[in-house]
């Protein structure tokens, strides 16, 4: 097998393939030479426990640490999402695949949090812009990239799906690069139950505000 | 006229001018916070610092006039270095959130910083002084204490041009902040102009706080449809899809998030009132028409003019041309109003209830009018005031079976609502007509009496020209796309039009050359005229307004 490091093969052979294919006459030895390997292959899987195959997708090859696959939305200390709506991932994403709504944060210092964050997996094209552009650490990757559903629709993930997903644990986070500065948590389901999500959302839509307005002016 | 001398070249200024409003006037940039033409000179943020030569310290350039002679330096080492300064000092304790921050994207302070600072601050930023954030001075406005740099626009603006003094400055020295006495919330007709004047992020406008970052949207100049003053204003809308391919919500025709005052010293200067400025909200109160119907069952409007045609011809025919009539609003454009006045041979009428009376009496000292009409002065230009006599007189008509058919075209009004008697009145006339068609915006109920609804493309959705009270022709332009199949006046109109034998072009600019051509005091305009800032058309004569 050929030895794997951070999920990038190192010590790989190279192979000059004219050279190879000169020395492969199409004859019955190389037939039979085709057979031996096999068969070497079978008895040494068999008895030595040498097996290159891996039992997809229960198992597999570890990934490297900067891989990136779907994004974590993380959380702060007290659980509440980081993010605070300020559109740097949607405005670098290049695949415009991410979209926010904001609302007012019941904690002026805070100000903003995203009431809708939205991103079009099947759209999205792993680049990674949006975990560069944003100043929180709020969004990160994770090593998952599994996209089997049964409808379009749920390869939009929103806040929830973003959040918490089970195998974030499994797997672990992937691409990473503003640790050093910001310390952001990723959201666990055993430790808290539900969502913590802001739940004072003001309700002020414009009609209802212009109407008011017109209320109090007479 | 004094001849001044600015960064080496020489100018011509008219006397008592600033030297800030000089360089304006030729394109010099010279940064500035406190200083805005419309509020008055304070001089308090030092930005405008220039050289001037045989002064031996900097002087301000918004609190200088020119003299004669005088050789002024925007660009020297000593200037750069006091603004550098002065942005050092001014961001001293400033926060920089610019991520959550509304005015990013727009902010005076990003700009200057990236074009005259660039240092790095030297006050550690857990130092730095706290103060409140985001609270309410009124109901469109909201402070940010740590944000503002006390330039004290906002105070001048209530202190100078609405005379409400509601903001004021406390404290003093390094206290000083921006507030509201507790009992005195920021509620006047114009309050949402002091967002606009703010240059950073400390005012925002509760309406627009977190709706959209600006740079995400495009503006496009148009005219305040509120009433009959016509304020000049940008709106601001979606320019792209926002949200990429996420079915459902993915903006393709556009959508408007807010307006903002756009200068034009001949109307409102940077103003506009709070009604107004939130009056595309008025959009959004009821559900759009989308689709044309005939007694309730859906049609296409390119299969619907020409029935509607042959409608209009047999009712002519068999009654006499008087049994024809049509109903207009002053919310409609010089263009639709026009070319409905040549579909229907004069007999139309724009007048739901007061408009003539009141397009020209003040609703108060600075802009609103009591008339909620944009084009009142256009409609009576283009002779709309005829015999008919308004929507009262028709509906008498129509009940005495004078008058069989119609078309009412039929825009709310934008700033408050619709006289109740107005909709009563245009219900009781569409069912005492033979047959109706109702062109609307929105899907009213009332509507739904007609024979024959048609959609129609509402206030920024249709390019046009609007006369002000004053009798300015300005243009509005469109923004964003009618809802559904909604077209504008003018381009059904013309449709029509082509159907009875007329060519007439769609193209809003070409029907205003017709206009021209043909209406009195419009002759010689055309949109390239007319431009961004609008131009004065001859006053209404004296009989029509009769
Ligand atoms: S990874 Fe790239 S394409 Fe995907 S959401 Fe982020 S910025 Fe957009
Ligand atoms: S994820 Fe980060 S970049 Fe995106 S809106 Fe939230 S804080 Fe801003
Ligand atoms: S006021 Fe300007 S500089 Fe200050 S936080 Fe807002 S955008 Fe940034
Ligand atoms: S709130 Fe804005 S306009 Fe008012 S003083 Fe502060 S920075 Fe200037």
Known sequence: ?218 | MPKVTINGQVYEAAKGKTIIQVADDIGVQIPRYCYHPDIGIEGSCRMCLVEVKSAPKLLPACATPVTENMDVRTDTQRVHEAVRYAMEFLLLHHPIDCPVCDQSGECWLQDYYMAHAGHDSRYPLGQKTRRRKAFNLGPLVKLDQERCILCTRCVRFTRHVTKTNEIQVFNRAHNSEIGIFEDRPLNNPYSGNVVDVCPVGALTSADFRFKARVWFLKGTDSVCAGCSTGCNLRIDHTARAAGGGIPGYTATDGKIYRTVGRRNVEVNKSWLCDEGRLSFHTLERWPRLRQASVRGKQQPVSALLPVIHANFESVRSDHGDDAVAALASATNTNEGLFLMKKYFKGRLDFRLGREVEQYQQQQDELLRRYDKHPNTHGALDLGLAGGLGGLRRLRDLAEKKEVRGMWISFHPQLVGEDAPEIIEDLKRLIEALEWSVVCTTHDFGWAHEADFLLPMAAWAEEKGTYTNYAGRVQIANRAVMPAGDAEPLHVLMAELLNLSGVEVPTDPAAIFEWIASEVPGYGGLDYDAIGPSGAAVAPVPEEVLR
């Open chain 1, 1 to 218: 097998m050929t030895p794997v490091s951070g999920g990038y093969a190192v010590d790989v052979p190279t192979i000059n393939v004219s050279e190879r294919a000169r020395g492969e006459h199409a004859t019955i030895w190389s037939t039979f030479r085709a057979f031996a390997v096999t068969l070497r292959r079978l008895f040494t899987s068999l008895f030595k426990g040498d097996i290159p195959t891996i039992n997809y997708p229960e198992e597999s090859r570890p990934y490297s640490e900067r891989f990136r696959g779907t994004h974590i939305l993380t959380v702060r200390d007290d659980g509440s999402l980081k993010c605070v709506a300020c559109y740097m991932c949607a405005t670098i994403c290049p695949a415009e695949c991410i979209y926010i709504e904001a609302g007012e944060h019941p904690n002026p210092e805070i100000e903003k949090f995203p009431t809708r964050f939205d991103i079009d997996m099947m759209r999205c094209i792993y680049c990674g812009f949006c975990v560069d552009a944003c100043p929180e650490e709020a969004i990160i990757m994770s090593r998952e990239h599994h996209q089997s559903v049964y409808e379009r629709s749920e390869t939009i993930y929103g806040i929830e799906k973003l959040m918490a997903r089970p195998g974030i644990d499994a797997k672990g986070p992937g691409y990473r690069p503003n640790r050093p500065m910001a310390e952001a948590k990723i959201f666990k389901k055993q430790e808290q139950q539900t969502c913590p999500f802001p739940s004072h959302i003001e309700e002020r839509h414009p009609a209802v505000l212009y109407e008011s307005m017109i209320r109090r002016r007479g």
